[in-house]
């Protein structure tokens, strides 16, 4: 895959346009840190958008989350699962339609590859809310938008002749990580940090996934950050989602940042029973 590079990839990331004006006008409140005052500000803006907030509404009302009633209207969206996840179901729409990569040459079509990052963002809430309310709603949202940077990379090889080398290589290896990094000489982490950068999103989140695979030192905050995204990437990934073995290794991370094993299981083994009841 030598006319993919990785200069050619960031080249790529830095000419692209910038997010949506909803976007945008989502980023300066998300920055303002007044949630209370901005709900209505936000649900404002979201509804001046018809057709971000059709695509909001139809996320939220997926088979997975299983409200007996169905969400009509923004505000009740709000209500039901605030506002730091609405600012990153924003952003995540807006950045997944500024890219518009198709996913299949993972094994998986569009609509599996949200669901598989709406798992993520859902496990992040169930399993961290129980340890740190606060951090767990601030990591949700990056889990919700982590795997942007496979985006990138689909596009990339997508627009080449290995597509389907790629494929093959991709279903034959044992770690997506090692597998990209031969490959791209970068993790698509690396790239959803840089595509962060690029618009401008919060900065601990490029700084999280720019650590993620390398041996940098970090402040006992930021380790906290890196390992529940280790956890959740690696529970629920694009070759195993909720199985036993993607569980088990987990496992050892959780051991590793000495909380409770047991809880974390009980979480992963809920919610793939809801997972293949919903499939």
Same mark, same amino acid.
């Given at each position: 895959? =030598? ?10 990331? !830095? ?5 949506? !004006? ?18 209505? /500000?936000?649900?404002?803006? +979201?509804? =001046? ?18 409200? =007996? ?5 923004? =505000? ?31 094994? *998986?079509?569009? +609509? ?22 606060? !951090? ?65 999103? !919060? ?17 006992? /905050? ?6 529940? +995204? ?16 993607? +569980? /088990? ?14 809880? *974390? ?15």
């Amino acid at each position: 895959m =030598s006319n993919i590079t990785l200069n050619n990839i960031i080249n790529n990331i !830095d000419s692209l346009p910038p997010l949506s !004006d909803t976007a945008k006008l989502v980023q300066a409140l998300y920055r303002s840190k007044n949630d209370d005052g901005n709900i209505i /500000k936000l649900v404002r803006i +979201i509804e =001046s958008d018809a057709l971000l907030t059709a695509n909001i509404l139809k996320m939220i009302n997926s088979a997975y989350y299983g409200f =007996s009633k169905r969400i009509s209207s923004v =505000s009740q969206a709000v209500i039901l699962f605030g506002t730091q996840k609405i600012y990153a179901l924003v952003i995540k729409y807006s950045m997944f339609e500024t890219l518009k990569a198709n996913t299949d040459i993972y094994g *998986f079509n569009s +609509i599996q590859f949200n669901e598989m990052c709406h798992l993520q963002n859902t496990f992040v809430l169930q399993w961290y809310s129980k340890i740190n309310q606060r !951090d767990a709603q601030f990591m949700a949202s990056l889990a919700l938008i982590m795997e942007t940077g496979k985006l990138v990379l689909a596009t990339e090889v997508a627009k080449s002749s290995y597509a389907d080398i790629f494929r093959k290589m991709f279903i034959e290896c044992d770690n997506i990580e090692d597998f990209e990094k031969d490959l791209f000489k970068a993790t698509s982490y690396n790239l959803s940090a840089l595509l962060f950068e690029h618009w401008n999103l !919060d900065s601990m989140y490029a700084k999280i996934l720019m650590t993620l695979d390398t041996d940098e030192e970090c402040d006992c /905050k930021s380790k906290e950050f890196v390992d529940i +995204i280790k956890v959740t990437r690696t529970v629920i990934n694009l070759k195993e989602i909720l199985t036993d073995e993607s +569980i /088990k290794k987990a496992s050892w991370i959780v051991r590793g940042m000495n909380l409770s094993v047991v809880d *974390f299981e009980k979480v992963a083994h809920r919610m793939r029973e809801r997972y293949i009841n919903v499939s």
